[in-house]
């Protein structure tokens, strides 16, 4: 069963980085069969897929969020990442990963972490 | 790229059907076979109901179904029951980019 597993901070303060990590179980980051994925979802708004990476290193990123996000893998650790600077108080949301197929369904997601911009 | 546009909320009677649209454009609904529905039930995970355009994955009842006409995608749920009550998302692939939600539908069972 493929599990994802979302960590990070709960809470970030303005202007700072914000960071996360998505653990993957029974599957493997470096499969070319499949995307990784982070989306988040604002309080009371709806979801926003940030970016995807593919096993290659390839990304891709919501064209708004372009400037300050960075996605990567660490296959070692059978794990991806999402790094997003300068954050504000519109950055607060909660973060899934999921994992994306290659028709771009989205099968497997984390939990969810939800990450507060705040000082 | 902008959000694709769902209504804001549907409702409907248990054992009634309603229908859910999700309008695009030429550069993604339009363009592609990439559309994807999600059932949210807020707490939880999002769950995959149907993948391009209206394929149903393993488990999913055969009351949901999908279809495409032209920028606009739809999703159809017949004998509705209380445990549909949940917000309804779309997503389409945009070329060369990412996948984009719909903003959400939220069904009511009244």
């Known amino acids: 069963q493929v599990q994802l597993q979302e960590s990070g901070p709960g809470l970030v303060r303005p202007s700072e980085t914000l960071s996360l990590t998505c653990s993957v179980s029974?599957?493997?980051?470096?499969?070319?069969?499949?995307?990784w994925t982070w989306i988040r979802q604002p309080p009371g708004k709806g979801l926003e897929c940030i970016g995807y990476i593919y096993y290659s290193g390839i990304t891709n990123y919501h064209p708004s969020l372009k400037s300050r996000v960075t996605i990567s893998l660490d296959t070692s650790k059978n794990q991806f990442s999402l790094n997003l600077r300068s954050v504000t108080a519109a950055d607060t949301a909660v973060y899934y990963c999921a994992r994306v197929l290659l028709q771009y369904q989205i099968d497997y997601w984390g939990q969810g972490t939800l990450v507060s911009v705040s000082s | 790229q902008s959000a694709l546009t769902q209504p804001a909320s549907v409702s409907g009677s248990p054992g009634q059907s309603i229908t859910i649209s999700c309008t695009g454009t030429s550069r993604d609904i339009g363009a592609y076979t990439y559309v994807s529905w999600y059932q949210h039930h807020p707490g939880k995970v999002p769950k995959l109901i149907i993948y391009e355009v209206s394929n149903r994955p393993s488990g999913v009842s055969n009351r949901f179904s999908g279809s495409k006409s032209g920028n606009t995608a739809s999703l159809t749920i017949s004998g509705l029951q209380a445990d549909d009550e949940a917000d309804y998302y779309c997503?389409?692939?945009?070329?060369?980019?990412?996948?984009?939600f719909g903003g959400g539908t939220k069904l009511t069972v009244l």
């Open positions: 997503t389409s692939y945009v070329s060369s980019s990412i996948v984009i």
């Open positions: 029974g599957d493997s980051v470096s499969s070319s069969d499949y995307y």
